[in-house]
């Protein structure tokens, strides 16, 4: 029987447009029917339950009012009104349950039965010393303590065997209730149905449009760069999760980075307390890490780290609210599982290079550096790399504007190679003498290929900010000769013939004047 009232005109409503958000997502359904002129009760079902009230809107075209709207829902309470899928894995559970309490207390009850001969077995050893001193014959109690232990040997081989089967039953129990949760969604709870009230002032084709708000439902952007033939193809997509208990058949999807759920008060202010406090006289000096963003390029050098734990973080786009459209009408089905809807995607023409930073890693990166040709930018998120239509693995790329330039690397060169050694010398001085620290390094680097190839090392030195700490490049100990930026990073450009090596060495001193410390 339905639920929905007879006199209410049911309204064909389906979905035709979804605007995901970070965590949520807005939907509207259209619909339309022929209406004589009076009040009328418009009804749409099969709706999702888990929406929410408050963002529930309708509007009506054709001379039509909407003066009031409302959504209704009952609860299925019936078991006959579960699928027989699901009360067929209910049962099944339930009896894989019972097996399993049965044999929980087969194995107390074997248990119990072994611990009691095994205390009797260990009185027996305590009077078998006492019957022996007495004279008595020792056979009897070999016969006894015989059977005792092929009796405890007995029950620890049913208690094994109990317990192989509760742990069998155990998985077969954890799958079935895997696949009962698969069917745990809201549309196998709820019916829900829309109500609205139309007035309508004359007789017409009226449509209905109805706009609601449903959680279980996000995007995240998802990015693929092709490096092939001396042409770089990125494309960029939307990856999309919904369990919403409805399904979105051929509908218009909107991709939306505005942030619905953060909150508008502002931040409460908190007292900054100073002090003055007494100048030391000795001059403590801190050698610490900074890092250098550049502009123009942005992403970096190496592969992504491989993740250990799931992360799933919000849509950077750059401060703006952006809003994507995917490409044609899309169907995501209520299940909860990824879906690719394409956003859009260029072709550009890159510089490559090989770049390597011997200190981080001992290897050589293929890296291309390109404008965004797109008139969309790219937003944060993850890069499946290809490299002559080949999977070579993952990375990630920053938000890049259009006409921006950015970086991706496509991971390291196989055919070459790269090995890096270091030596430190300190020279003595006196109280009155800078101490002077000489540091040198060697890199090798050698190609296995059949092709000449340019290879670019970067190493670092330190970048001094006081008087009493003085760092030159050692240049007649460091051959080649670099090009040394304002942030101390000295740059190699290696030619590299097919199956040849060569070698790179890099020396600077670090003089601290008397009296500096902590270096």
Not at 185 to 214: G, H, K, M, Q, S
Not at 327 to 333: A, D, F, I, S
Request: charged share 25%; proline share 5%.
């Amino acid at each position: 029987m339905s639920l929905i009232p007879e006199k209410a005109v049911l309204f064909a409503a389906p979905v035709t447009q979804v605007t995901l958000l970070e965590d949520r997502a807005q939907v509207r359904r259209v619909g339309s029917a022929k209406l004589s002129a009076g009040q009328h009760l418009v009804a749409v079902a099969e709706v999702a339950s888990v929406l929410q009230d408050l963002s529930l809107r309708a509007t009506a075209s054709g001379g039509a009012k909407v003066s009031d709207v409302r959504v209704r829902r009952a609860m299925k309470v019936a078991p006959a009104e579960k699928p027989e899928v699901l009360r067929a894995l209910e049962e099944d559970i339930e009896k894989l349950s019972e097996q399993w309490e049965r044999l929980a207390e087969d194995g107390a009850l074997v248990e119990q039965r072994r611990q009691r001969l095994e205390q009797v077995l260990e009185r027996g050893f305590t009077e078998l010393p006492e019957d022996v001193s007495w004279g008595q014959p020792q056979n009897q109690w070999r016969d006894t303590l015989d059977g005792l232990f092929e009796k405890i040997r007995d029950l620890r081989a049913q208690g094994l065997t109990l317990s192989h089967q509760q742990r069998d039953l155990s998985q077969r129990r954890e799958a079935l209730v895997a696949q009962r949760r698969a069917f745990d969604r809201p549309d196998a709870r709820f019916v829900t149905w829309l109500e609205a009230d139309v007035i309508v002032a004359a007789d017409a084709n009226v449509e209905v449009t109805f706009e609601y708000t449903v959680p279980n439902a996000l995007w995240r952007p998802l990015h693929t760069a092709r490096l092939a033939d001396g042409r770089f193809t990125f494309e960029s997509r939307a990856c999309v999760w919904q369990n919403t208990g409805e399904d979105w058949n051929q509908v218009r999807l909107v991709f939306s980075t505005a942030r619905a759920s953060l909150g508008i008060e502002p931040p409460l202010l908190s007292d900054d307390l100073l002090t003055a406090q007494k100048k030391n006289e000795k001059l403590v000096v801190q050698a610490r890490e900074v890092v250098i963003q550049k502009a123009k390029v942005s992403g970096g050098g190496g592969a992504a780290p491989q993740p250990t734990t799931v992360e799933l973080p919000g849509v950077d786009d750059g401060g703006e609210i952006r809003n994507l459209e995917g490409k044609g009408l899309c169907t995501v089905p209520s299940d909860g599982r990824p879906n690719m809807v394409p956003l859009f995607e260029f072709s550009a023409t890159p510089k490559t290079r090989r770049v390597a930073y011997p200190e981080l890693e001992l290897r050589v990166f293929l890296t291309s550096v390109q404008k965004n040709e797109a008139k969309f930018p790219i937003l944060a998120g993850p890069v499946e790399l290809l490299l002559q239509n080949g999977f070579v693995g993952w990375s990630k790329v920053l938000f890049v504007a259009p006409g921006e330039e950015f970086r991706v690397s496509f991971g390291p060169d196989a055919s070459l190679r790269l090995s890096r050694a270091e030596r430190e010398k300190v020279q003595d001085a006196t109280s009155t003498d800078w101490k002077t620290v000489t540091r040198s390094v060697w890199l090798y680097v050698s190609s296995l290929g059949d092709e000449a190839k340019t290879v670019e090392l970067i190493e670092r030195m330190p970048v001094s900010e006081l008087e009493q700490v003085k760092i030159t490049l050692g240049v007649k100990r460091t051959t080649p000769k670099p090009k040394v930026d304002d942030h101390g990073f000295a740059t190699w450009t290696v030619e590299l013939e097919p199956r040849s090596q060569a070698q790179v060495t890099f020396a600077y001193d670090l003089a601290t004047a008397p009296g500096v410390q902590g270096l």
